[in-house]
């Protein structure tokens, strides 16, 4: 395995391109999530990086070679978990799992991968006979067998339903560990992105707005559009004077001055018997937690995560205090 470097990346589809200076990179090893909405470049980027579709400039570098674009895709060195799976489905599970392997070395290392990702016996199953998650073992299998310097993981979970998928991300991290694998994982879900990858980089607008780990991009988002992007937010638009900022939920320090926005995340929102009254509209139940939706005295409408604790039921009066320190994006100019 090797680390992957892209370096001023450039692509696209004629026009206006679509990865406008792309950088970042993963260490030997490391799993990084590249996270951004629909359509803001990853399968370009996925698809550049195998060598399926041209860059128009930059450097894409695995270890201490350089993928230009006379390297063809099977030349690479890496290896592909595309969207829900795509096995060959005339073909057995370990002939998916041995197909970019010599004749010679398949038995052993098929069983090895096969045990690797927790289907030892699977081997002679079709993929028709397979669950989706049972699949998507199998497709990180096939990429694995090979040894590639990368693996690029599409989406792999977006087909599967929520429990299924938070189970095979966990699995599918430990693999990619214990396989000492470097790996690159592109997703729109920002809660597969924070939970999985070791660093994630914010796409946006075609160049990376963030690139730091999860903890990091959760707390010190880099502007306000990677805070809204990556998780639930309670927002308020304020003016920031000597430190501190009038907000509906009461007087809160920050860091800067002037116009801006002040940003909460939901369970930083506490509900008690100390803090500003609110009327409670609704709580959405979720198992682990609540999602509380509040009205403030001003007609504001905020939103509380609670985890265990007081929730209150509609038209219950609640106080709400906040835990924590806000944080604040001045306007730009
Ligand atoms: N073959 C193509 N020809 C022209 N434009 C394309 C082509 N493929 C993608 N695009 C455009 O390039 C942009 C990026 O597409 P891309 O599929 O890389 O985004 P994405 O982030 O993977 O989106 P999603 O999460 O929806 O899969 C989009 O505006 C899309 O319309």
Not at 88 to 106: D, K, M, T, Y
Not at 168 to 196: F, I, Y
């Amino acid at each position: 395995m090797s680390g992957l470097t892209v370096k001023r990346l450039v692509a696209g589809y004629g026009g206006d391109p679509v990865l406008r200076e792309v950088d970042f990179e993963v260490q030997e090893g490391g799993l990084l999530a590249v996270l951004g909405p629909s359509g803001c470049g990853k399968t370009t980027l996925l698809r550049v990086l195998a060598g399926f579709h041209p860059a128009s400039s930059g450097e894409v570098w695995l270890g201490e070679r350089q993928l230009t674009a006379d390297v063809p895709p099977e030349r690479r060195g890496i290896g592909i978990v595309p969207q829900e799976g795509a096995l060959f489905p005339h073909l057995s599970v370990a002939g998916n799992v041995g197909f970019g392997l010599r004749r010679g070395e398949r038995g052993a290392r098929v069983e090895e991968l096969l045990d690797l990702v927790g289907l030892s016996g699977f081997g002679a199953r079709m993929p028709g006979e397979l669950s989706g998650g049972q699949a998507q073992r199998v497709a990180l299998a096939r990429a694995l067998a090979p040894r590639p310097g990368v693996v690029l993981l599409d989406e792999p979970f977006s087909a599967l339903d929520a429990g299924l998928r938070e189970e095979l991300r966990a699995d599918v991290r430990a693999t990619l560990r214990s396989a000492g694998a470097t790996a690159l994982l592109v997703t729109h879900d920002q809660e597969e992105a924070l939970g999985m990858a070791d660093l994630v980089a914010v796409l946006r607008d075609g160049a990376v707005a963030q690139l730091a780990r999860p903890q990091t991009i959760y707390s010190s988002p880099a502007d306000l559009g990677v805070a809204l992007f990556v998780g639930e937010a309670v927002t308020f638009s304020g003016i920031a004077r000597s430190g501190l900022v009038r907000t509906p939920l009461g007087t809160l320090p920050v860091s800067g001055e002037g116009h801006g926005t002040v940003l909460l995340r939901p369970e930083q929102l506490i509900l008690g018997t100390d803090g500003v009254p609110s009327i409670v509209e609704d709580v959405l139940f979720h198992g682990h937690d609540a999602s509380v939706l509040l009205r403030l005295a001003d007609g504001t409408r905020v939103r509380s995560r609670v985890q265990g604790g007081v929730t209150g039921r509609a038209g219950d009066t609640v106080a709400v205090s906040v835990n924590g320190t806000a944080l604040f994006f001045g306007d730009m100019p």
